[in-house]
């Protein structure tokens, strides 16, 4: 098979998305043998019998293909870019009256989910694949990452949320309700979810004079930082931390920092120290080092339990 063919054969399936079916591809000029040829060279993969596609195509989606469908849910909100809490569960979309063609091979079996309009193999879009996910997840805080971070990336709009999340429960739709599109990452998500919780409001991305960008604030001053290692641990995160933290105190205001460990792992702590330093009205740009704590009943409705462990 000339070199010439098989790029006529690849770029006949990249036209049809990425995958094509063996009798959309023998067009004139392309012989049976043609396909089989491609495979070999490893200019086309074969998913399962009579289905081909590009080896660009991401594994999950050629597994998803393997099954009959098309790969959605918590999956492929990550293939978009999603920050998600959790590995996802590998979950393919068939359409209504699909069914799964089950493999024994399988490591970790996977979920299916159906819908009249399902994409026939590939990835389904971020609007639908939230909608999955957002029965699929476990808890409101992976669904507040979810939502939170597909309303960052502008990858799906306040109208499209409200229309996915129709239908869902009602702790479902209160959580969906409460996520904003301003926060700056997961991380931020869960403190903001937690603080919530215990009944302190933060503000996600903060801007603040001589500052700069700040991950959360509580009341005037307290503010927050809670990004991932990458960035803070380069020479220029480094730097520009200390700057920024000397910029909040000059402000009258002070800088609590949690790495992501904490965040993930410890968010119980995480919250009781943020209360203390409430507690301490730190959050109130009228306080004053060494000034006694403020009475816990204007924080919330969990802080007097922590600030009494904490002290
Ligand atoms: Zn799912
Ligand atoms: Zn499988």
């Known amino acids: 098979m000339s070199d010439s ?37 490893g200019i086309l993969v074969r998913p399962r019998r009579g289905l081909y596609c590009v080896p660009e195509v991401p594994a999950r989606q050629q597994h998803a293909a393997l099954h009959g469908g098309a790969l959605t849910c918590g999956a492929a909100l990550v293939e978009h870019g999603v920050w998600l809490r959790d590995r996802p569960e590998p979950c393919i979309l068939l359409l209504d009256q699909g069914h799964a063609l089950r493999r024994e091979e399988c490591a970790t079996p996977e979920r299916f989910h159906h819908r009249a309009d399902a994409p026939r193999f590939g990835l389904d879009d971020p609007v639908h694949a939230l909608g999955h996910y957002l029965r699929c997840a476990p808890d409101a805080e992976a669904i507040a990452c979810a939502v939170e ?25 209160e959580t969906v309700a409460w996520c904003r599109a301003t926060a700056g990452s997961g991380l931020e998500t869960i403190v903001r979810l937690a603080l919530s919780d215990a009944g302190v409001k933060a ?88 000034s006694p704590p403020r009475p816990a009943a204007r924080v919330g409705r969990h802080a007097a339990f922590h600030i009494a462990d904490s002290e």
């Open 149 to 173: 971070s597909c309303l960052a990336r502008g990858l799906v709009s306040s109208a499209e949320l409200a229309l996915v999340a129709r239908g869902a429960s009602r702790p479902v739709r």
């Open 5 to 41: 063919a098989r790029m006529l054969v690849a770029n006949l399936v990249r036209s049809h998305g990425g995958f094509a079916r063996r009798r959309d591809l023998l067009v004139p000029g392309v012989a049976p043998r043609a396909l089989a040829s491609a495979v070999r060279a």
């Open 203 to 290: 503000r996600s991305q903060v801007r603040l004079p001589g500052v700069g960008v700040v991950d959360l604030l509580v009341g005037d001053c307290l503010v927050v930082e809670v990004d991932g290692r990458a960035h803070h641990a380069s020479d220029d995160g480094y730097e520009s931390d200390r700057r920024r933290d000397a910029g909040v105190v000059l402000l009258g205001g002070a800088v609590l920092r949690f790495s992501s460990s904490q965040v993930t792992c410890e968010i119980e702590s995480v919250v009781g120290v943020i209360l203390a330093a409430i507690g301490r009205g730190m959050h109130l740009s009228t306080s004053s080092f060494g």
